[in-house]
């Protein structure tokens, strides 16, 4: 399994990105599918997941800014990230969870940079 995102980027305070994650190599099977950030010296850290038949789950830090959307059946996701903080500056990454398995796959991750 092979996670590919895109759509990171430099942006000013307050702007706009949006991130993309397919899978590649086949249709799999996840349980589910979601977008971690790693800041400089900080832990990796949930941003957003979904899951089948639920609830979307965010960050405290990021509800109401950030929408996570995609079709987990087709391996695809996006976040829509709004009014972007310095603090959200961060690699981030896309992870699936293998159904069966409940194997972690990764992502190389995309850089986000919110800085004036």
């Known amino acids: 399994v092979r996670l590919i995102e895109s759509g990171g980027g430099l942006v000013q305070p307050g702007g706009s990105l949006r991130l993309s994650c397919a899978a590649s190599?086949?249709?799999?099977?996840?349980?589910?599918m979601g977008w971690y950030r790693e800041a400089p010296g900080k832990e990796r850290e949930l941003v957003a997941e979904i899951r089948p038949w639920s609830r979307s789950k965010y960050a405290d830090s990021v509800s109401g800014r950030f929408v996570i959307s995609g079709d987990i059946f087709k391996n695809t996701m996006n976040l829509q990230m709004d009014s972007l903080e310095p603090e959200d500056t961060a690699l981030y990454y896309c992870?699936?969870?293998?159904?069966?398995?409940?194997?972690?796959?990764w992502g190389k991750g995309t850089l986000v940079t919110v800085s004036s």
């Open positions: 992870n699936a969870v293998g159904s069966a398995s409940g194997l972690n796959y």
């Open positions: 190599g086949g249709v799999f099977s996840f349980e589910s």
